[in-house]
Structure formats: structure tokens, C-alpha cells
């Protein structure tokens, strides 16, 4: 771009940006090393890194083949072009680079097919991704799997299914991404498609001692998957120190001592799906009951820019904004303490200066509107607030997203706070809290199933479907507490069972 032209960011340069504003994260090499011994076991010509980065494959590729005495070609690609640089810097050889090429891996991917890759994708979440790109990846990931995964796949998805379809017959891919690969709401097509055309060797989750990238809030795997006749079984590797010899070992296939490092268990694939491959196997008895046959769940509201929507009431009457376009609001979990949130409790957290009052102005036109709010959407204006990231996508762009009042909340951060709140106060929670409207109105009724679900043996439940990240930290999407298990002595103590709503069909895995 030359200096003061006006020309708008490529895709490229956005998806730069989002990568830059997201940070590279690269794999450390004693995880490396095992994933690249699973990979080059058989002694391939080539092995692939879509995503080249710092370039830590190559090094412990290279290692291993001398070390085993083969030829291996290293075939890398990147999106962003100083990672040649930093590759060299990081001790990759020069002549190791000549097949490194700057590419998109996802849009525009290397024409031949590999016995061996190894991967640490670009973690980015779908609102990051500028929406032309997406709307590719979604047209590529549509055709490749014949139905396009839910809009809310990361980027992180579609280079697994490219991934995949980079492997040649027979050929290991190994592949290190977060948890949320099979916890998300696109996981049961993903999976589907994955345990039905490849055979899933092993899965690597780690204990917190042995957490990969412990500064990130996130949960790592490692998936070791083969170009290869399905199996239904897998080995789920639990690893709990940094140290990767014993695993190198376990995942080329050779004898090893029994390792104090890491454990194995067999697990079948369906249940393991189900669970969570970040979990252990469950051996909780999940009952007849879920959550989701008396209650739905939704999200809290995304505001967007909670500094221009999530105003103090005293705000909004300095601003001059009507109460008829401001609805009351929760907007952090700290704001409700215990597990009733009442009018009182609303009206303390004003007094203590906290916003109550979300602005929501929908089916108006701006010519209908009051002049001050007028004034204040044009600070809006003025301040940039239409162009940030998910307001862009609204139209018009200060149009908010509307909820019913939940009768219940659900806090879902902290497996030791977890708890589900019920709400009197009359308000809306923003993204915080999740929202459960019981599938019956009567007060009794929501009563009785409030009282299940606060009972300490619900709340144990949750780490079945919850995306737990190091230490105590749980957290429930949607859908996954719709899963939740309800211990069935305790939802017909409370004769919720009549109540009961039909179940949808669910995962299935039919793997050989
Ligand atoms: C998480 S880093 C991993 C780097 C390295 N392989 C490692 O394991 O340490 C992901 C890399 O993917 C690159 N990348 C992002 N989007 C890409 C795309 N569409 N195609 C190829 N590479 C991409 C980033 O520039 C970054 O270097």
C-alpha cells in the first residue's frame, strides 16, 4: 500500500491482521518429537507442514530421519511470508526451505498428496475470519464433506479437512489443535465424516503438569490419524509429564516399559465422541434424563461494544434515552451472588454503579427514533462502534439481539462456582450467562427443575460436557449443557418425567 492511499485491506491482509492480533503459537518440540515419530514411523520420502511457522516440524523431522538413516523431503507452506526468516533463525537449514512455498494451505493447497504431515493449524475463531473468506472456506469444506459445517467452525476445522484430504493412502497425519475440534456445534458432522473415511490411531490430551501451552486458555490434543479402513477403537493417551521419549516410543509402534509419563486406555469411538476426547472415559452412569429434554439453552446477548449498549441508568437518563428502548441486563457473573437474582439485587448493583440497562432499539427507523438517541448513535458513528467486528454484520448496525427473560441462568465459568441462578429479576443476560427456558411455563414447574439441576450431583455432571481448560476453569456451550445428564432418582422425585420432551436422533458413529 502506498503512504496515504486509501486502498481497503485484501483478505489476505485481514486474515494477517487477525493472525497477528491472535498471536502464532508454536508447538514445543517435546511435543514435536512424539508427533513427528508417530508420522514418520514408516520411514516416508516426504512429509508435509501446511503451516509452517517457526518451523519446529522440520527441525525434529530432519533430526529423526538422520537419526533412522532416511531421505525425507521437507514440504512446508505458510501464509505469511516472514516465516522463512524466522524459520532460518530458529535453526531450520536453508536447503530445507527450498520446498516452502507462501501459501494459503486451506484455498490454494500444494497439488500432490503426502505419506506424512504434521500440523499446528492457525487457531482462528469464525468472527475473526473476514467474511469473504469464510464464505470459501465454508464452499470448500461444503464440497469435501457434501454438507457445509456450522458457520461457527474456526479456521482451525477446514485446514483438518484439508489435512485429511492432503493424505496420501496409508499416510499419518499428526495434528495438534484445541479440544473444541470435537466439542464445537459443528463437531458431530466434522467427526462423522473423519470416522468414516480415516482411522483414528491415538488421541493425546494432556494434564495440566504437562499442558502444552499453559500461558493460553485452551485445551490441546494431539490426533493421530491414518489414510486408512476406519476402526471403531483408539488408543486415548493421558499425558502427564514433558517427556516425550516414552511417548515416541508408544506412538511408532515399538515395546516400552510401562511409562509413568503417560497412561493408555482403549476406548471406542462413539463414547469417547460423546465424552469429549479431552475427557476421560466417562464411567458415570448418564441415565435417561438430559437436561435438554426439559429446557432449552441459549446464549446470553453479544452486544458488540458493551461500553456503547450496557449503559448505568443514570446514563441513560443524562443521554436522554427512553425507558421504552432499554431493557434490564446482567453483564457479569460477579454481579449475582448466590442462586436467586431478585429485583433487589438489580437495583443494588445500580446503586453500586454498575449498567443494568441494555439500549435496544429494534423495529425503528432512525427517523422514528428520539432526537437525543439520534445524537448518541451518531457518537456511536463517530467513534467507529458500526465497524467493529460482529456490529459490522448487523443491520442497522445498532439493531441489538433480543431474548426472552430466562427463568433460569446458567454461570458457566469455574467448575467450582458453576451454578445455575434463578432469575426474578426480569432481566437478559449478556454472553456471561447462558439462558435455560424450561419447556413448560408453570412456575412449579420451573421450580422443580431449578432444584434439580442446583443439586450438587447435576453440578458433577458438568465436567462430562464441559470444555475444561487448565486448573478449575470449565466452560459449557449451549448445546453441550443441553446434554447435561439429570440423575434420574431426582428428576421423578420431582415429577418432572411427564414433562419430558421427545429426544432428537443423535450421534451415531458407524465406523467398522
Ligand atoms: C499455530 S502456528 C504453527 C506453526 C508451527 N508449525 C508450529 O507448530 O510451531 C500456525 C501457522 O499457520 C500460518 N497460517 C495461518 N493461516 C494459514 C493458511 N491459511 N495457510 C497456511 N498457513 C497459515 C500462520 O502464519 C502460522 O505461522
Excluded at 59 to 77: E, H, M, Q, T
Excluded at 261 to 273: K, N, Y
Excluded at 291 to 316: C, E, K, P, Q
Excluded at 430 to 453: I, N
Aim: charged content about 25%.
Amino acid at each position: 500500500m502506498t503512504r496515504g492511499s486509501k486502498k481497503r485491506l485484501s483478505h489476505e491482509d485481514e486474515l494477517r491482521e487477525a493472525l497477528r492480533s491472535k498471536g502464532q503459537f508454536w508447538t514445543p518440540e517435546w511435543v514435536a518429537r512424539f508427533m513427528a515419530a508417530y508420522v514418520l514411523q514408516d520411514n516416508p520420502d516426504r512429509l508435509l507442514d501446511p503451516a509452517l511457522g517457526e518451523g519446529v516440524f522440520f527441525r525434529v523431522s530432519r533430526d529423526y530421519a538422520a537419526r533412522r538413516g532416511f531421505n525425507l523431503a521437507l514440504f512446508g507452506c505458510d501464509i505469511d511470508p516472514s516465516v522463512r526468516g524466522l524459520a532460518q533463525r530458529a535453526g531450520v537449514a536453508a536447503a530445507d526451505l527450498q520446498n516452502f512455498e507462501v501459501r494459503d494451505f486451506v484455498l490454494n493447497p500444494p497439488s500432490r498428496t503426502f505419506p506424512a504431515i504434521l500440523a499446528n493449524p492457525p487457531y482462528i475463531r469464525h468472527h475473526r475470519l473476514p467474511p469473504a473468506y469464510k464464505a470459501a472456506l465454508r464452499e470448500f469444506a461444503r464440497e469435501a464433506m457434501g454438507i457445509a459445517p456450522d458457520g461457527r467452525a474456526g479456521l482451525h476445522v477446514y485446514f483438518l479437512i484439508r489435512t485429511l484430504q492432503s493424505l496420501s493412502p496409508g499416510g499419518r497425519l499428526a495434528y495438534i489443535v484445541s479440544a473444541d475440534i470435537c466439542e464445537g456445534v459443528f463437531a458431530d458432522a466434522l467427526w462423522r465424516w473423519i470416522t468414516s473415511r480415516f482411522r483414528l490411531d491415538a488421541v493425546v490430551a494432556f494434564s495440566t503438569a504437562a499442558a502444552p501451552f499453559p500461558e493460553v486458555d485452551t485445551n490441546a490434543l494431539v490426533l493421530c490419524i491414518r489414510n486408512a479402513e476406519p476402526r471403531s477403537e483408539f488408543d486415548w493417551v493421558l499425558c502427564h509429564r514433558r517427556d516425550p521419549l516414552p511417548l515416541e516410543l508408544f506412538l511408532s509402534g515399538k515395546v516400552f516399559d510401562k511409562s509413568e509419563s503417560f497412561e493408555v486406555r482403549t476406548r471406542h469411538l462413539a463414547e469417547a465422541l460423546q465424552t469429549g476426547l479431552s475427557r476421560s472415559p466417562s464411567t458415570a452412569d448418564h441415565g435417561r434424563y438430559l437436561l435438554g429434554d426439559f429446557a432449552r439453552v441459549m446464549r446470553g446477548i453479544a452486544t458488540g461494544d458493551n461500553d456503547f449498549f450496557f449503559l448505568t441508568s443514570a446514563r441513560a437518563h443524562e443521554l436522554g434515552i427512553p425507558d421504552s428502548l432499554l431493557v434490564n441486563a446482567v453483564g457479569r457473573t460477579r454481579d449475582i451472588q448466590g442462586d436467586r437474582f431478585t429485583a433487589n439485587d438489580l437495583a443494588d448493583l445500580e446503586k453500586q454503579g454498575r449498567p443494568t440497562r441494555l439500549f435496544s432499539i429494534n423495529g425503528y427507523s432512525l427517523d422514528q427514533l428520539p432526537p437525543p438517541v439520534i445524537t448518541y448513535l451518531k457518537s456511536g458513528e463517530a467513534r467507529g462502534v458500526p465497524l467493529k467486528t460482529l456490529i459490522r454484520t448487523r443491520k442497522p448496525w445498532y439493531r441489538m439481539e433480543t431474548r426472552k427473560v430466562p427463568p433460569i441462568l446458567f454461570a458457566y465459568l469455574g467448575r467450582r462456582n458453576a451454578r445455575f441462578i434463578r432469575n426474578e429479576a426480569n432481566a437478559v443476560p449478556l454472553t456471561c450467562l447462558l439462558c435455560v427456558y424450561p419447556r413448560a411455563d408453570s412456575p412449579d414447574f420451573v421450580e422443580r427443575l431449578w432444584k434439580v439441576l442446583s443439586h450438587p450431583r447435576t453440578i458433577a455432571n458438568l465436567r462430562l460436557v464441559g470444555k475444561t481448560y487448565g486448573g478449575d476453569a470449565i466452560k459449557v456451550e449451549p448445546r453441550a449443557l443441553e446434554r447435561l445428564p439429570l440423575p434420574e432418582d431426582l428428576v421423578l422425585a420431582e415429577g418432572l418425567e411427564k414433562k419430558a420432551a421427545p429426544r432428537q436422533a443423535s450421534l451415531n458413529i458407524t465406523a467398522a
